[in-house]
């Protein structure tokens, strides 16, 4: 089961007809993993944004969900929704077919679901080799990262390294604070009891 405790900040609400019009437009069949998430969350951010693995060891940082139809820091641009995203990538053979971006990285990648098994691959998408043909910059530029999208989401987590750098600069920012608030009170004569 998917999580949706997880995102915050989504769009627009869609409907199982939002969808159907969707994957008219994209002359697709959305993974049904997908179409759930997407019926409870159209795009947004996650507060457990870090995915990684030890074997072989390798992380990535989720930026944010791609929305389909809405979007409304850039009022609907279809180039900033999910239909308009995949047909430019598509139609420009820098993407393929069978992928389906639904979320970007940290690195300018997109995080994928092949729309024909359903595993989640992120897609280098500014690591193009002119040496190479089409098909081998495809091959080259997905990384396999899940074999579904509920594995993925559930694998995601919270960045340790900076968790650990805010509690450094939390209890630096509380210690100022302190010092500020006890200076003021002997300023004006009151007691101060530790």
């Not at 139809?69 to 069978?98: C, Q, R, S, V």
Request: hydrophobic share 35%; glycine share 4%.
């Amino acid at each position: 089961m998917i999580n949706i405790d997880n995102f915050y900040d989504y769009e627009k609400k869609l409907t199982d007809k939002d969808l159907n019009a969707c994957e008219q437009k994209l002359g697709i069949t959305i993974p049904d993993s997908l179409k759930q998430l997407y019926l409870n969350c159209n795009g947004g951010m996650v507060y457990k944004d870090i995915w990684k693995t030890t074997v072989p060891p390798y992380k990535l940082q989720v930026f944010n969900f791609i929305p389909i139809k809405y979007n409304k820091a850039f009022k609907n641009d279809p180039d900033f929704i999910m239909e308009g995203i995949a047909f430019k990538h598509w139609d420009d053979k820098k993407l393929p077919k069978e992928l389906l971006p639904f979320a970007r990285d940290l690195s300018n990648g997109f995080l994928c679901i092949n729309i024909n098994t359903g595993a989640i691959y992120q897609y280098l998408r500014l690591e193009w080799d002119d040496t190479l043909n089409t098909e081998q910059n495809f091959k080259k530029n997905s990384i396999y990262l899940s074999d579904s999208l509920e594995n993925f989401l559930n694998s995601l987590t919270y960045d340790e390294e900076q968790d650990q750098e805010e509690t450094v600069e939390d209890i630096s920012a509380s210690i100022l604070i302190m010092e500020k608030y006890t200076t003021i009170l002997l300023t004006h004569g009151q007691a101060i009891y530790l």
